[in-house]
T-cell receptor
C-alpha cells in the first residue's frame, strides 16, 4: 500500500514564524497535493504539483508557498504564520485516479 | 463548474440500523466519483470509487454506493451500522476525468447511538 507520511501530527507555532510542513510518499507518485481542512468548510486545495519543481496554485494559495525538489517530498511553507492559518493540513498523493492521504498535521498558531 | 453537495451536515443513527449518506454532483461528462472516510484526528481513507460499468459499487468496511446519472447522485449505503463507523464522510468528483483533481463535498458527520 502507498504510504503518505506527514512529519508532524501536532505543531504549535508563534505568529510571524516561518513554518515548514513536510510530506513524503513512498510510491513514486507524480502528483501531490496540500489541503487545509476547517469545520464547515471541508477540504480546500492550497497547492498541488504534477512533477518535480512544478507547482500550481489551488483555491487558497495566499500566505503559502510550496517546494518540490524531489519526487517523493512535497513541502508546504507558511512564510509568516498568522492565527488564521490555524487548521488541519492534509497532504495527498496520486498515481492514477483517487488520492492517498497522510494522517494530517494540526497546526496551531498563537 | 463542477461541484459536490452533501446535503446532510450531521446524521445520527442507532447501531445496527441502516445508513444512507447523500451526495449530489454537478459535472458535464461522465464523472469519476469517490467516497472517503475520516476518523477523528486522522487523514482520509478511500472507501470506494466509481469510474464506469456497474452502477452499484462495493467498497471496504461493508459500504456500497450507487451511481444514478439521472439524479446526479452517488449515495453511500450500509445495511447495518457499527459504532466504529462514527466518522466524517466525504464525497468527491474527479475534475477533468481520472487524472483531474478531486473536488470534495463539505462532508457529513456520522454519529452512532448505542
Amino acid at each position: 500500500d502507498v504510504k503518505v507520511t506527514q512529519s508532524s501530527r501536532y505543531l504549535v507555532k508563534r505568529t510571524g514564524e516561518k513554518v515548514f510542513l513536510e510530506c513524503v510518499q513512498d510510491m513514486d507518485h507524480e502528483n501531490m497535493f496540500w489541503y487545509r481542512q476547517d469545520p464547515g468548510l471541508g477540504l480546500r486545495l492550497i497547492y498541488f504539483s504534477y512533477d518535480v519543481k512544478m507547482k500550481e496554485k489551488g483555491d487558497i494559495p495566499e500566505g503559502y508557498s510550496v517546494s518540490r525538489e524531489k519526487k517523493e517530498r512535497f513541502s508546504l511553507i507558511l512564510e509568516s504564520a498568522s492565527t488564521n492559518q490555524t487548521s488541519m493540513y492534509l497532504c495527498a498523493s496520486r498515481l492514477t485516479a483517487g488520492y492517498t492521504f497522510g494522517s494530517g498535521t494540526r497546526l496551531t498558531v498563537v | 463548474a463542477q461541484s459536490v453537495t452533501q446535503p446532510d451536515i450531521h446524521i445520527t443513527v442507532s447501531e445496527g440500523a441502516s445508513l444512507e449518506l447523500r451526495c449530489n454532483y454537478s459535472y458535464g461528462a461522465t464523472p469519476y466519483l469517490f467516497w472517503y472516510v475520516q476518523s477523528p484526528g486522522q487523514g482520509l481513507q478511500l472507501l470506494l470509487k466509481y469510474f464506469s460499468g456497474d452502477t452499484l459499487v462495493q467498497g471496504i468496511k461493508g459500504f456500497e454506493a450507487e451511481f444514478k446519472r439521472s439524479q446526479s447522485s452517488f449515495n453511500l449505503r450500509k445495511p447495518s451500522v457499527h459504532w466504529s463507523d462514527a466518522a466524517e464522510y466525504f464525497c468527491a468528483v474527479g475534475d477533468g476525468g481520472s487524472q483531474g483533481n478531486l473536488i470534495f463535498g463539505k462532508g457529513t458527520k456520522l454519529s452512532v447511538k448505542p
